[in-house]
């Protein structure tokens, strides 16, 4: 007598795995494809494919049996991570040039000024209007204040020896390859108060000297350090059969995880390392056909990684948005559309931006994939009171600044003085 299909697994030897995999290309090449019919744009695909994933879960739930970030919160944490890490090593690879050392001045200012000023902004929102613990609204404010590496390609330089390096660019992609490495002393500040309380005297001193200084700095030199380590690898030794001409792009993603790795084994900033990597490796023997290979390679993994990650997020935001209040919809709405691009817009005065570099700046702070690293990694340290309203208001802010950025992206950038010089200069000549 024949045996029947086992139960729960659909005919022909397919499983949920199987479909599963099937559904997923499927939706990323939808979303990749659906902006071009409209607007032959593709900023409009992350949040496409968050939507698709959300619709995946709303119309065949037997396939939505992602884990629950807020009771299994390692296979984000891992997944994102590594999305991160190659994220900010292509940003600091796209750079060509980075003298005149005054055109690091807006960035600067978006990170000394800006981003404090969001981390405080948002937390004082969390516990007035959300009613958070002091604990979780500064850890709330960190997830949220960093730019996103992953999600902001759109408002960044082109790829190595391409060019493209306007003012407005050039400060959104020096932000978000630094700013994440810089938001990790505030997701340390969130875990101190959860264990040791409202006491300064206990532990301010020491996490100014080794969360702040020491980690920042330990990851710099980390970064310039392997940097000129791949580089002689890759260009210099031996001279003749240099590793470079091999034309391997998988010697990125090995430098990576070789300097993001150890960085953090000496209780560094990995993110702060890999950024810095990147801009390292970049100046040695900057006019090589190499760079753009390393560039072109890791970009692809960060896509592959971001498409995923995003479509997984979609298919537990029905589970995520189950505790959202009207307040954290607040909290949201006012985060992206009043402070951002207030602290952006005052962190910028006196920076040489004109007013339509500066706002668009200000605005285009987009939050994604380094959010839910950061939250993943506080809750695997420990158990925050506001759990779940966090991971509700972080999905929210996810969602919405994909679609705010996402399908304005365009239209913003051809507004900036990059492309308003183009026109002008394409009227002269004819």
């Not at 380590?229 to 003749?240: I, Q």
């Not at 700046?361 to 158990?383: D, F, K, N, Q």
Request: hydrophobic share 50%; glycine share 10%; net charge negative.
């Amino acid at each position: 007598m024949e045996e029947g299909p086992v139960e729960g697994e659909p005919f022909f030897g397919l499983n949920r795995y199987h479909i599963a995999l099937a559904v997923l290309g499927l939706v990323i090449i939808l979303a990749r494809w659906l902006p071009r019919l409209i607007s032959r744009r593709e900023p409009a695909a992350a949040p496409l494919m968050i939507l698709f994933g959300a619709g995946i879960a709303v119309w065949l739930p037997d396939l939505a049996t992602l884990p629950d970030p807020r009771e299994t919160p390692l296979p984000w944490e891992l997944a994102s991570e590594l999305t991160v890490i190659v994220a900010l090593f292509g940003s600091g690879m796209r750079l060509d040039e980075l003298r005149p050392w005054s055109r690091w001045r807006p960035t600067f200012r978006m990170l000394g000024i800006a981003m404090p000023l969001t981390i405080f902004a948002v937390a004082f929102l969390g516990v007035g209007l959300t009613g958070m613990t002091v604990a979780g609204a500064v850890l709330l404010g960190a997830v949220l204040a960093p730019t996103d590496p992953v999600l902001a390609a759109d408002v960044q330089v082109g790829p190595p020896q391409e060019g493209a390096e306007h003012p407005v660019r050039f400060t959104l992609t020096t932000e978000a390859a630094l700013n994440d490495g810089l938001a990790f002393p505030f997701v340390y500040l969130g875990l101190i108060l959860a264990a040791e309380g409202l006491n300064p005297g206990a532990w301010a001193l020491d996490w100014l000297l080794r969360d702040v200084i020491y980690r920042i700095a330990l990851g710099t030199a980390m970064g310039w350090l392997g940097g000129k380590a791949l580089g002689y690898v890759l260009f210099r030794f031996p001279a003749d059969a240099a590793l470079a001409q091999t034309g391997s792009g998988v010697v990125a993603l090995a430098g990576i995880l070789l300097c993001y790795g150890s960085t953090e084994l000496i209780e560094g900033y990995g993110f702060i390392s890999v950024a810095v990597l990147g801009l390292t490796l970049r100046r040695i023997e900057k006019d090589h056909h190499f760079h753009k290979r390393l560039h072109d390679f890791s970009e692809s993994i960060e896509h592959a990684l971001t498409a995923a990650l995003l479509v997984a997020l979609g298919t537990v935001l029905p589970l995520l948005f189950r505790d959202l209040t009207w307040s954290q919809i607040a909290v949201a709405a006012v985060l992206l559309l009043v402070i951002r691009p207030a602290a952006g817009w005052l962190s910028l005065g006196r920076s040489g931006l004109g007013w339509r570099d500066r706002s668009i700046v200000a605005v285009y702070g987009v939050r994604g994939i380094g959010s839910i690293y950061y939250l993943c990694y506080a809750g695997s340290h420990m158990e925050f009171v506001d759990e779940d309203s966090l991971w509700s208001l972080v999905a929210l802010v996810i969602l919405a600044s994909t679609f705010l950025h996402g399908f304005s992206v365009g239209w913003a950038m051809d507004q900036s003085s990059e492309k308003q010089g183009a026109r002008a200069l394409g009227s002269a000549e004819r």
